[in-house]
């Protein structure tokens, strides 16, 4: 079975600090990995995924998530945050030949300035 | 492009009553797909439709959820008669293939039962 946990339901980060959002998975095949983020009235939109190859990748607006397969994470950073990176984020797991997400309870990022 | 579009955008009703949803998938897109939050809880999959097909349903709560595709384009989901645990946050999303590309998710019907 799959399923995906994100360690606190609300983080916040003062602008330009290092952001660190927490995804752990559970899967018993390989899994496919997205991180999504909803912006306030909007749907959610792909920030980056993970299907084969390089297990860092690089998304939209400067974040970054690496795949750790030993570790089963896939924790997603961003270098220095802004303030328009306050939305809630979403990670979610995909196993080949399903096509339903399992998803996060999400976690909520605030910007201080 | 136009993406994906739900509507209403909120719902407020009472328990017993009827309500229908309605999702616009992005045009072309022979996939959608049906998820369901509920009070800030995890996203789960509800159900998808391959053109006017269900493909699979596992997620679908109960009987008192019918979901349709007509013409294999905009789909509805009904609720019928509404608990109050079916209050929550309703995503509609869609894609061109399956597999494990991009689903594009609409911004959600949020539905409140009282």
């Known amino acids: 079975a799959q399923s995906v946990t994100q360690l606190g339901s609300h983080v916040s980060v003062s602008e330009g600090a290092l952001v660190l959002l927490r995804c752990n998975y559970s899967s018993s095949v390989p899994p496919y990995l997205f991180w999504y983020v909803q912006y306030p009235n909007q749907g959610l939109q792909l920030l980056l995924k993970y299907t084969t190859g390089a297990t860092l990748v690089k998304g939209i607006n400067g974040f970054e998530a690496e795949f750790k397969k030993s570790e089963t994470s896939f924790h997603l950073t961003k270098p220095s945050a802004h303030m328009s990176d306050a939305a809630e984020y979403f990670c979610a797991v995909r196993v080949y030949n399903f096509n339903k997400f399992y998803f996060g309870s999400g976690t909520k990022l605030n910007v201080k300035p | 492009e136009a993406g994906v579009t739900q509507f209403p955008s909120h719902s407020v009703i009472e328990k017993g009553q009827t309500v229908t949803l309605r999702c616009d998938p992005i045009?072309?897109?022979?996939?959608l797909y049906w998820y369901r939050r509920v009070m800030g809880k995890e996203i789960k999959f509800l159900l998808h439709?391959?053109?006017?097909?269900?493909?699979?349903e596992s997620g679908m709560p109960n009987n008192r959820f019918l979901a349709e595709r007509t013409g294999g384009t905009y789909s509805t989901l009904k609720v019928q008669p509404a608990e109050l645990e079916d209050s929550g946050v309703y995503f509609c999303?869609?894609?061109?293939?399956?597999?494990?590309?991009?689903?594009?998710f609409g911004p959600g019907t949020r539905l409140t039962v009282l």
């Open positions: 999303a869609s894609s061109q293939f399956s597999g494990y590309n991009e689903q594009f």
């Open positions: 045009s072309g897109h022979d996939n």
């Open positions: 439709f391959v053109k006017e097909s269900k493909q699979d």
